[in-house]
């Protein structure tokens, strides 16, 4: 039975054509919108310009009080040599006047040494001088300190070396002594003016210091002041700008296509209410075109479900009708074979012999097919209750005794739990489980089959595991199909219905099935029960066939055509 090709619906007659060459409208920006960066950054450029100031006021500051740390080192380094060319004078006349007393020769050491310091220090501080006033005083010093050597210092020590009485006459002439005192009263002037200037470098430093804090203070508050109103404005506006975008981009996602985005003045808000603008005109015709399209998708999906009602209809039929004549044919093949046997050539019972095992094969195909049927026939409409799943299982082993029997197989099954469930569709699961684990056994290897159970999250999961042939990984998927077989029909029996049936079974629970297997070590398959299955469960989803079959019509009973022997 062929599928009907759908029918081809016409465009939508409200629908323009899709892509046909729009203009892209978007609205006319106002003269007078600004730019984002503009309204952000413009408001700032006072606030900017005040920190600029700050920063330049603190540099300022910074620099003269640098200046004023270099007056007042240098001021220091002067005051040091000061100091020191008075301990220099003190020397010189210390160690003179000790060798004038003494005459020991020794006094003159330090005199020497005084003399040669004041040279150095003087040349040091005339070098640094802050001015020439103060180089002129050094200059001074110095003179006055060579011309004491010269008149007083020399002579004295000269007489010394004659008689006390010559050098104590020259001493009390007093040049020495005036001549010192004029030298240590230009250096405690030069003292009194150096440290005046120290203390003025100081006390500039002092007020750049205060100048550059309360400058900097004051612009920061005022900064700060500034920043604060001019960000509350230009949040303010674009708070505004944006609100009243989102409200007319809500109504646009509302349906309310034809509705107008206000105008903010702002180019980017503008621009993107005129994307909006193309957007919604976009959904609007792409909504159409869905529309259209959901419409012949309906329509397709209704003949494709009629379709497949007809199909699994027709299959059922098909099956349930040709098991009669098939009943007839194997009845008349198995007469011949016991009236005949012997009597006809040995091609001829070979002839008969096949047709016995084809009606047979045909046979099995039949019942499979028709279980394939039943099963699918009932989606939709079965009911769900709870089902003790230890007794389903034994209840199919029992079907499966003479089976187990032959083949000396050990089937253990303890401790199954009750699952909400449909009974005659969790019989056929267990049953094409357990029965493919007997029936593809190794060879020289008895079968031991296990059945159990473990708790999941939100659902029940079942493991039929067995010490079989084992199955390919690549063959993992392709034995759910229908008809297939992955051995020939001379090695094991069967259709290859029975796991099509368990996938659909187990689906129709809401449930999945999946296999773990080693080649030449066995099987496990497992399935999933999940804890809330409603009432009506969904059609699986690995058939093609969703729809639900049409009510099968009466089969009538075919007379019996077998003869009598």
Do not use: C
Not at 88 to 98: C, K, N
Not at 235 to 252: F, Q, Y
Not at 299 to 316: D, K, V
Not at 535 to 557: F, H, N, T, W
Request: proline fraction near 6%; avoid cysteine.
């Amino acid at each position: 039975m062929s599928v009907p090709a759908p029918e081809v619906q016409p465009e939508h007659p409200h629908l323009p054509p899709a892509h046909a060459g729009h203009t892209r409208t978007l609205p006319t920006q106002s003269p007078h919108a600004r730019s984002l960066a503009d309204l952000l950054l413009r408001p700032f450029l006072l606030p900017f310009l005040l920190l600029g100031m700050v920063a330049l006021a603190v540099i300022g500051g910074v620099n003269l009080n640098a200046q004023a740390a270099r007056q007042v080192t240098q001021a220091q380094s002067r005051l040091i040599l000061i100091n020191a060319l008075a301990r220099d004078t003190s020397d010189l006349e210390s160690g003179q006047r000790g060798y004038v007393i003494t005459g020991q020769a020794d006094y003159l050491k330090p005199y020497l040494d005084g003399m040669i310091a004041f040279e150095d220090h003087a040349r040091e501080l005339a070098a640094m001088s802050a001015g020439p006033r103060q180089y002129d005083s050094t200059q001074q010093a110095l003179a006055l300190l060579r011309k004491w050597r010269e008149t007083a210092a020399e002579p004295e020590i000269a007489a010394r070396r004659n008689s006390l009485e010559d050098a104590v006459n020259l001493v009390g002439d007093g040049t020495g002594k005036r001549l010192l005192d004029e030298v240590r009263s230009h250096l405690n002037l030069m003292r009194d003016r150096e440290n005046n200037r120290l203390q003025s470098a100081v006390a500039s430093s002092t007020q750049a210091l205060r100048t550059v804090r309360l400058l900097t203070l004051l612009g920061l508050i005022l900064g700060a002041l500034l920043f604060v109103v001019t960000a509350i404005r230009a949040a303010r506006r674009v708070t505004a700008a944006l609100t009243d975008l989102t409200a007319g981009t809500r109504e646009i996602a509302a349906g309310q296509y034809g509705a107008r985005l206000p105008r903010s003045h702002i180019r980017e808000i503008d621009d993107l209410s005129g994307q909006v603008h193309e957007m919604a005109r976009a959904v609007q015709e792409r909504e159409q075109a869905l529309a259209a399209s959901a419409h012949r998708l309906e329509l397709t999906n209704e003949q494709l479900q009629r379709s497949n009602r007809e199909l699994e209809q027709f299959a059922y039929v098909a099956s349930h009708d040709l098991q009669e004549p098939l009943r007839t044919i194997g009845s008349y093949t198995e007469l011949l074979a016991r009236r005949y046997q012997g009597q006809l050539d040995a091609r001829a019972d070979q002839y008969i012999a096949f047709t016995i095992s084809a009606t047979e094969r045909l046979k099995t195909l039949i019942q499979d097919l028709l279980a394939f049927s039943r099963v699918r026939q009932g989606q939709g409409q079965r009911t769900f209750a709870p089902v003790d799943t230890q007794a389903t299982v034994q209840h199919v082993l029992e079907d499966l005794a003479v089976q187990i029997g032959e083949t000396g197989a050990q089937v253990s099954a303890a401790e199954l739990p009750t699952v909400r469930a449909n009974a005659e569709l969790l019989r056929h699961v267990f049953q094409n489980l357990i029965g493919n684990a007997l029936k593809f056994h190794a060879p020289g290897r008895p079968p031991r089959v296990t059945v159990s159970a473990t708790r999941e999250p939100g659902r029940t999961a079942f493991h039929v595991q067995d010490n079989g042939i084992g199955i390919e990984p690549q063959y993992f998927e392709r034995i759910f199909g229908v008809f297939q077989r992955l051995h020939g029909v001379g090695e094991y029996s069967g259709s290859g219905i029975g796991l099509a049936v368990t996938r659909s079974a187990v689906e129709q629970h809401g449930g999945e099935l999946w296999l773990d297997s080693v080649p030449g070590a066995g099987t496990t398959f497992h399935f999933s029960l999940p804890d809330t299955v409603p009432d009506s469960a969904a059609a699986p989803q690995s058939q093609p066939s969703p729809g639900q079959p049409a009510q099968s019509r009466p089969v009538q009973s075919q007379p019996s055509q077998e003869p009598s022997a």
